[in-house]
Every structure is written in structure tokens, then in C-alpha cells.
């Protein structure tokens, strides 16, 4: 059973070494595809016994992968990019692996970003030599599409992995590759030819934050093009529910909770939610008002975490994020130990966020070791927003309002949800002041939803908080809000909200009374 290991490349002459390397014992067959190389890369790959073809790049990954294929020889192909490199501790179940199972497996990537959580997932990158299996889309290229029209076995996992250094901060700043993938996903979209894979990419390659509206729509695209399509495919599709969670945090970022829970929701296999599908409905419920829910659907995706995925590889980082929701849920339904336990998992996962909220913790509880933590926080992560607004709460704890305004400032202009939430606190202490400034923002959660209608009943304007927000809490944040500014002596707002919100009852239940409860 011979193995081959086909890549393409240009000017890979730094990356290189380290992938051949990596494959020298391993596969029986090297092919490179150069598609225009200026450096050392033919000479690198011919040095390492591989076979070298060339072909002209024409800003499609798919013909360039199809290329490749047939300069092979071997029984089975293993795709590997110039910028990976196979782990070696993963090897030595791959040959029984070829062995038996389906024509083509899945292999876990581990994407190397910069950070102390790096991402993984499940890609085809094993199968066999078939010509009908073939590559599609000019970017972000895949063969599962070609598995389903030749009714091949969908694809299992296997035990390789390979890492992936291309995602690394300093190579994507110095190739460029966000704007030469756009620029491809752009064409493909505007020509009419984009799938729901192809939009799915279009989004998640757009910035988190500063994709706005484009990404939103991109998002949107996808789901409903994906929708349309048999769910016994979309059961075969290992980015399915990771577009869920994107979609539905997009939605919640947008205010809109229940299409958010509606998504989410609806993407499940065999009746069973996703781990990544339960991450965002934990978020959307905490977000919503519900912690206690919040925490439940995180423990139970935490549990599903352990039991293993057939299509989408999931470790550390997800596992992190549903224990640093599970933390913020305990923390909001005031079951302090909890709230601790979730929080030192969260840490020990690397949560930076989790990481920010014990310094906290332990300042408001005048353990010394907290100055500590936030002083290393500051040194490492000084440009974070989530440390900006740690080190905020930590100088107003000291009475120093300006340094604490200053760091909220810093943080508010960085988009992200810890930016929302200084913008957030800026504008409730400038109301505090006796200013009255506008609030800009969605209502991304059950706080700014109770600005926006705080801002209704001030100003008469038309108001209906989304149907899947707790009245409840709505209403008790609210309230907070109106006795904070009666402490603040802005007993002239509260007199304002009242006269507005005397016939409010059928936007919020109970609106019209809450200047007299306080």
C-alpha cells in the first residue's frame, strides 16, 4: 500500500524543509506542483527525492490540487501544504488505517495562530487514488463534493494529524493570505458560482469584527443555501456546525435572540445537538438573561466534548469557552463555588478571558495575589480589551476614576464583545455625570437591550425587546439603571423615564411601575 504526499507551492523556500522533513520514513512518494516559484522551492523539493511538476497559477487552488494527482503513483493520497507538518506521534496507526474504512479519511490540523489555544479541525486529506475523486472550488478546496457525486462512503476520521504554521500572526501579515483568499471567495460570489461552503469561507475569512454587514450577509447566504440541501448531506459536512455558531453569534451580536436560538437550535444530526451548537445557545441564553439554562447547556456540551465527534475535531480552546460561559453563568446565579470551579478550568484551558475575571475576583475579595495576575496580564497583554477593562474595574476599585476611564476609552475603541462592554459602562458613568450621550450599539445583550429601552421611554420612541429575552431580568436591570441615577441625583431622567413609560406596559410588563418599586 503506497502512499503519496502531494503539495503545491511557490516561494515556499522557508516553510518547506520543515513539511519534507517531516514526511521522510512516512509516505512512499513525494509530489510537488510549483506553481511559479523565485526561490530555492524546486530545488528544496527535488533535494528531498520529490517528484516536480509546474503549472501556471490561474487563481485556482482546485486546478493547481488536480494538477498534482497526476504526477501520483501511489495507492493513497495524503494533501499537506507546504506550511504543515505531519506530527510524528500521530504515525503509527496510518498504515492500518489505509488498510481498511472508506476511500477517504479525515485528518485533525491542528492551526497554529500565536495564541496558547490554537484551533483544530477535520479536513479530507487522506484518500485514495481515484479519479473520481477530485478537487473543487478555486479556494478553500475540497473533494467531498466529488465523494458524494461518485456515491463514495463519506469520509471517517483516522488517527494523523498534521500542524498547521500558516495562521501564525507573522506569516498571514507577510503573504497576505486573508486578501488573496477574499479576492477569490469575493469573485466566486459575485459571479453567481458560491455554494454554501464558499459563502460559509467568505464569512469566517471576513475579520470577526470588522467584516460588518458583509460577513453578516455572507453568514446569512450560507445558512439558507445550506438549508436548501438534503439533511442527510449536511450530515456529511464537518463545517455545518461550526456555521451555526457563527450565524447564531453574529445574530445575538445583532441583537436578534430569537433567530439566534433558532439557528442554533436547528442544527443537530440524528436529534443530537453539537457541541458547537450547544456553545451557542449557552451564550445566547446567558446573554439573554437566562444563567441558570446558560449553565446547564454548557455542562452538557462539556460532556459531549469528551465523547468525541465524527466530522469536526473539537479540544482545548471550544472546551474553554463553554467553561468560561459556564463561570460567567454560575457568577450571575451568585453560586460562588460554581462560579470558582469553572473559572480555574476556564484558566487551565488558557482562557485569557477567565484568566481576567480571577485577577478580578481576587481584588474585590483584597487577595494581593490578584495585583499580581493583573500585573502580568498588563505585560502581556497590555493591547487586550478584556484586560483594559480588568485594569479598568481594578483602578475604580482604588477611587481612581480617571486611569479607569482611560483604560475604558482604549478598550471601547477595539472591536470586540469586551470592547462593547467598556462602551457600555463609559456611557452609563456619562449619564452618571450629567451627560446624556447616545447609545450606538445593538442590543447584543440583556444590558444593552435595557438601554435601548430606557432610551425608548426617555425619548418616546418605538420599542419591542426581542421576544426571547427574560422580561424579568429585562426589568430588574432596568431598575438598576433608574437607581443608579437617583443615587447619582439625575432624579430630573427618572422623572422623564416615568412620564414615558406610564403606558409601556405591552412593550415590557410591568414598566409602567418601576419608578415606584424604587
Known amino acids: ?288 438573561g437566562f444563567s441558570g439554562p446558560a449553565q446547564d447547556i454548557a455542562q452538557r456540551a462539556i460532556g459531549q466534548l469528551g465523547e468525541g465527534a465524527t466530522l469536526v475535531a473539537l479540544g482545548g480552546k471550544e472546551e474553554s469557552e463553554l467553561e468560561w460561559i459556564a463561570a460567567r453563568a454560575a457568577k450571575a446565579s451568585r453560586i460562588e463555588d460554581r462560579f470558582l470551579l469553572h473559572l480555574e478550568r476556564a484558566v487551565s484551558l488558557g482562557s485569557l478571558e477567565g484568566r481576567c475575571m480571577r485577577a478580578g475576583w481576587k481584588i474585590s475579595q483584597e487577595i494581593n495575589e490578584g495585583w499580581k495576575e493583573l500585573d502580568i496580564l498588563l505585560r502581556s497583554d497590555a493591547r487586550s480589551p478584556c484586560v483594559l477593562v480588568a485594569a479598568s474595574e481594578a483602578a475604580r476599585s482604588q477611587g481612581d476614576r480617571s486611569t479607569s476611564d482611560l483604560l475604558l476609552e482604549q478598550a471601547a475603541a477595539i472591536p470586540s464583545d469586551s470592547g462593547r462592554l467598556a462602551a457600555t459602562r463609559l456611557w452609563m458613568r456619562s449619564w452618571l455625570a450629567g451627560r446624556e450621550p447616545s447609545y450606538d450599539l445593538p442590543p447584543f445583550d440583556i444590558e444593552a437591550a435595557a438601554i435601548h429601552g430606557f432610551l425608548a421611554m426617555l425619548h418616546d420612541l418605538p420599542w419591542k425587546p426581542d421576544p426571547f429575552l427574560h422580561v424579568g431580568m429585562l426589568r430588574s436591570t432596568l431598575a438598576d439603571i433608574l437607581e443608579a441615577l437617583l443615587g447619582a441625583g439625575r432624579e430630573d431622567v427618572v422623572r422623564r423615564f416615568a412620564a414615558g413609560a406610564a403606558s409601556r406596559d405591552a412593550d415590557l410588563p410591568g414598566v409602567s411601575g418601576l419608578v415606584e418599586g424604587i
Open 1 to 288: 500500500m503506497r502512499l503519496t504526499a502531494c503539495l503545491i507551492a511557490r516561494d515556499e523556500e522557508n516553510a518547506l524543509p520543515r513539511c519534507l522533513a517531516s514526511l521522510g520514513g512516512i509516505v512512499d512518494e513525494i509530489c510537488l506542483l510549483d506553481t511559479g516559484s523565485r526561490d530555492r522551492t524546486v530545488e528544496i523539493a527535488r533535494g528531498h527525492g520529490a517528484v516536480v511538476g509546474f503549472r501556471a497559477w490561474d487563481q485556482d487552488f482546485s486546478a493547481a490540487r488536480n494538477a498534482c494527482l497526476e504526477l501520483a503513483t501511489g495507492d493513497w493520497i495524503l494533501q499537506i501544504d507546504a506550511d504543515e507538518e505531519i506530527d510524528p506521534a500521530t504515525v503509527a496507526g496510518l498504515r492500518q488505517d489505509l488498510e481498511s474504512g472508506p476511500p477517504c479519511r479525515l485528518v485533525d490540523v491542528v492551526l497554529l495562530d500565536g495564541t496558547d489555544r490554537p484551533g483544530l479541525v477535520r479536513l479530507p486529506r487522506l484518500f485514495s487514488r481515484d479519479g473520481r475523486i477530485r478537487y473543487r472550488r478555486p479556494v478553500h478546496e475540497s473533494v467531498l463534493e466529488s465523494l458524494d457525486d461518485a456515491r463514495l462512503p463519506p469520509p471517517a476520521p483516522c488517527r494523523l494529524r498534521l500542524i498547521h504554521h500558516g495562521y501564525r500572526p507573522e506569516i498571514v501579515e507577510n503573504r497576505a493570505k486573508r486578501e488573496r483568499n477574499l479576492s477569490i471567495l469575493r469573485a466566486s460570489r459575485d459571479s453567481g458560482r458560491a455554494d454554501a461552503y464558499d459563502l460559509y469561507k467568505l464569512a469566517t475569512t471576513l475579520p470577526a469584527w470588522e467584516g460588518g454587514a458583509e460577513r453578516s450577509r455572507a453568514l446569512a447566504s450560507a445558512w439558507q443555501a445550506g438549508g436548501m440541501q438534503p439533511e442527510s448531506l449536511r450530515a456529511e459536512w464537518p463545517w455545518w456546525d461550526r456555521l451555526a455558531q457563527a450565524y447564531a453569534m453574529d445574530l445575538v451580536r445583532r441583537g436578534e435572540f430569537s433567530r439566534a436560538r433558532d439557528v442554533a437550535a436547528s442544527a443537530s444530526s440524528g436529534g443530537r445537538q453539537s457541541p458547537l451548537a450547544l456553545t451557542a445557545l449557552a451564550e445566547l441564553h446567558l446573554r439573554a
